[in-house]
Structure formats: structure tokens, C-alpha cells
Nanobody, 132 residues
Framework: PVQLVASWGGSVESGGSLTLSCDVSGDTTRPATPNTYCMGWFRQPPGGARQGVAGVDSDVTKNYADSVQGRFSLSQDNSKNTVYLLYLQMNSLKPEDTAIYYC??????????????????WGKGTQVTISS
């Protein structure tokens, strides 16, 4: 199985920064779609719907939601023992960024990952709280 573990959430004041980490491990190979993946971060604000935040696919194409463009940055580190390590650097945080953040991955799809809510694998989520 594939496991995603998101961590490093927390609470900061408006204007502050946080970095989220997502550790993707397990059997990510898919013979029908080799070297294919879509990974990203989604968030669900209190009382709101889940929304795509930032994503990257196997073509190394990154997509960001308009609301975070220029403030959030997605990066990968595939040099560790895990299959993938995905970071989300969040700067100039606003109270409206408060949400539970989930990392997600799929190994049979690529494209605009933040529009793909049907990814096969999801982490449990990490809370991000921004105070004004």
C-alpha cells in the first residue's frame, strides 16, 4: 500500500510562514502508467469545501490556486529513503489560509493536479491556523 504522512502544520500570526511536509512511501509503481504521478496539497477550511492548493505532476508541471499564487511554493525531495517527499512552503499567511491541509497522490494520472479531487491516496491532514 501507499502511505502519505503530512506533518509540520501549526499556528502562526498573519504574515508568518509555515512549511508542510508530506512523506509518500510504499509501492507506487503502476505497470500500466510507469513514471506517472500527480501529487499535491488540498485544504478544507472550517465549514467549507475541500479545495486544491498546489500540485505537481510527473512532467514537473506545478499548479497553484489563484488564492495562494506567489505566496506558496511546492518542492520535492526524492533523495531520501521515502519514495517522495513533498514540501509546501507557505509565506505571507492570512487568516483565510486556516484549514486542515491534506496531501494526496495518484500514480495513474498527470495534469492539473489541484483539479483532481479523485486521487487514490490521501494523508490524514494537518491543521494550519493563522491568527489575525
Amino acid at each position: 500500500p501507499v502511505q502519505l504522512v503530512a506533518s509540520w502544520g501549526g499556528s502562526v500570526e498573519s504574515g508568518g510562514s509555515l512549511t508542510l511536509s508530506c512523506d509518500v512511501s510504499g509501492d507506487t509503481t503502476r505497470p500500466a502508467t510507469p513514471n506517472t504521478y500527480c501529487m499535491g496539497w488540498f485544504r478544507q477550511p472550517p465549514g467549507g469545501a475541500r479545495q486544491g492548493v498546489a500540485g505537481v505532476d510527473s512532467d514537473v508541471t506545478k499548479n497553484y490556486a489563484d488564492s495562494v499564487q506567489g505566496r506558496f511554493s511546492l518542492s520535492q525531495d526524492n533523495s531520501k529513503n521515502t519514495v517522495y517527499l513533498l514540501y509546501l512552503q507557505m509565506n505571507s499567511l492570512k487568516p483565510e489560509d486556516t484549514a486542515i491541509y491534506y496531501c494526496a497522490a495518484d500514480f495513474a494520472f498527470y495534469g492539473n493536479c489541484i483539479k483532481y479531487y479523485g486521487m487514490d491516496f490521501w494523508g490524514k491532514g494537518t491543521q494550519v491556523t493563522i491568527s489575525s
